[in-house]
């Protein structure tokens, strides 16, 4: 009897595994979907991304679509314009979004509760509210068509890095901080070099996220930069779909590939930090 009890409670198990596998097959395989496509039809000869019904695997694999891209646009410089901005961006935001998540985390003073609140408050404000009001003050400083407007607004600390950084340092353990003021370190040294060390996973988390966001956005560059050798790659490809009156679509998706590339490697490469920053920062609030 508890042999085959067990053998039940296996059964079921395994039954309800497979399941939760299949579902979580199905929907990675749905989310991954439009990338695969988009990696198909860059390799389709010209014409044939319109062809009804549709082809999701080309008869013949047409590579010189990749070339092509080089040839339409000065692709390496709006890579190097892209690799600028994101890099400056990200430096900003890592530095300004733990130090002052280190101040939440770490040091009292009157206020700091409240402050905290007001912070996550303007997670709420929607991007076009401030906008029109951001232009203006560009404008008024003469930022425009600089990458200042792209840069410098990172290095006041986002707000959602700062929740997610503030809420990792709460885990850690404070006696750590209270042996190295014993030794006398300063509260910058504690953040420099016991914080930051242990704080990895969720660093590695917030670099992921900004280099996304960075690397993918549109609408700032395009609302602040007008001179097209300071373009970065996501107006850059832009460029593509009015080509010559109407770009051919094997080339513009091969250039979407090239695009999208260096955020698919990274992730790879940081994807475990992701798991662990992402799981570990709402454990202690």
């Given at each position: 009897?508890t042999a085959?009890?067990?053998?039940?409670r296996?059964?079921?198990t395994?039954a309800?595994?497979l399941?939760?596998?299949?579902?979580?097959?199905?929907?990675?395989?749905?989310?991954?979907l439009?990338?695969?496509?988009?990696?198909?039809s860059?390799?389709?000869p010209?014409?044939?991304?319109?062809?009804?019904?549709?082809e999701?695997?080309?008869?013949e694999?047409?590579?010189?679509?990749?070339?092509?891209?080089?040839e339409?646009?000065?692709?390496?410089?709006f890579?190097r314009?892209?690799?600028?901005?994101?890099?400056?961006?990200?430096?900003g935001e890592?530095?300004s979004a733990?130090?002052?998540?280190?101040?939440?985390?770490r040091?009292?003073?009157?206020?700091?509760d409240?402050?905290?609140?007001?912070?996550?408050?303007?997670?709420?404000?929607?991007?076009p509210?401030?906008?029109?009001?951001?232009?203006?003050?560009f404008k008024?400083?003469?930022w425009v068509n600089?990458y200042?407007?792209?840069?410098?607004?990172?290095?006041?600390?986002?707000a959602?890095?700062?929740?997610l950084?503030r809420?990792?340092f709460?885990?850690?353990?404070?006696e750590?901080?209270?042996?190295?003021?014993?030794d006398?370190a300063?509260e910058f040294?504690?953040?420099?070099?016991?914080l930051?060390?242990?704080?990895?996973?969720a660093?590695?988390?917030?670099?992921?996220?900004g280099?996304v966001f960075?690397?993918?956005?549109?609408?700032?560059?395009?609302?602040?930069?007008?001179?097209?050798?300071?373009y970065?790659?996501?107006?850059?490809?832009?460029?593509?779909?009015?080509?010559?009156g109407?770009?051919?679509l094997?080339?513009?998706?091969?250039a979407s590939?090239?695009?999208?590339?260096?955020?698919i490697?990274?992730?790879?490469v940081?994807?475990?930090?992701?798991v662990?920053g992402?799981?570990?920062?709402?454990?202690?609030?």
């Open positions: 009897m085959k009890t067990s053998g039940q296996l059964l079921s395994l309800q595994q399941l939760v596998y299949s579902l979580l097959f199905v929907f990675g395989l749905a989310f991954l439009p990338f695969l496509w988009t990696v198909s860059s390799l389709k010209p014409g044939a991304g319109f062809k009804f019904p549709p999701f695997i080309p008869k694999f047409v590579w010189e679509n990749y070339p092509k891209v080089f339409m646009i000065p692709f390496g410089m890579f314009n892209s690799l600028f901005v994101t890099g400056a961006a990200l430096l890592i530095f733990s130090l002052v998540a280190y101040a939440f985390a040091l009292r003073f009157p206020g700091r409240a402050l905290f609140l007001v912070l996550l408050a303007t997670m709420m404000i929607p991007y509210v401030t906008m029109v009001p951001t232009f203006i003050l008024t400083l003469g600089t200042l407007p792209l840069i410098l607004p990172p290095w006041f600390g986002p959602f890095s700062i929740f950084l809420q990792f709460l885990t850690i353990n404070t750590l901080d209270e042996a190295a003021k014993v006398g300063s040294l504690i953040y420099h070099r016991i930051l060390p242990l704080s990895k996973p660093l590695a988390t917030v670099a992921i996220f280099f960075y690397w993918n956005d549109f609408l700032n560059p395009l609302i602040y930069l007008s001179e097209s050798s300071m970065t790659l996501a107006l850059g490809v832009n460029f593509l779909r009015s080509f010559r109407g770009g051919e094997a080339v513009q998706m091969a590939v090239m695009f999208v590339a260096p955020c490697v990274l992730f790879l940081a994807q475990r930090f992701v662990e992402i799981v570990t920062t709402g454990l202690k609030g």
